[in-house]
């Protein structure tokens, strides 16, 4: 059985897809290092609940929307957070 900070990975990961962010992007927007979010999203470092909240804030999504499911907290990024998918490469949109 997979643990509550595993979907929160996972669910990480898919965001950062979707919105086209690699682990620089989204530690600049969390104020932590590339490294950290590394750590973080390897499972070598725990999220904590003060990253939750801003990673609920980067996103524009609630923290109970981190929680509940990958598909359903990408459906639920704000449109103009999500990247474009032109001739098959992913771009980021701007903010």
């Known amino acids: 059985m ?6 929160l990975r996972v669910t990480v990961a898919a965001l950062m897809y979707a919105t086209g962010e690699d682990q620089r992007t989204l530690g600049a927007g969390l104020r932590l290092s590339q490294a950290q979010i590394s750590r973080k999203q390897s499972g070598q470092a725990s999220w904590s609940l003060d990253d939750v909240d801003r990673l609920s804030v980067h996103y524009g999504i609630s923290v109970l929307d981190l929680f509940s499911g990958v598909d359903h ?4 990024l704000p449109v103009h957070r999500r990247a474009s998918v032109i001739g098959g490469v992913q771009t980021v949109l701007a903010e």
């Open 2 to 7: 997979s643990s509550t900070e595993q979907h």
């Open 73 to 76: 907290a990408v459906s639920r």
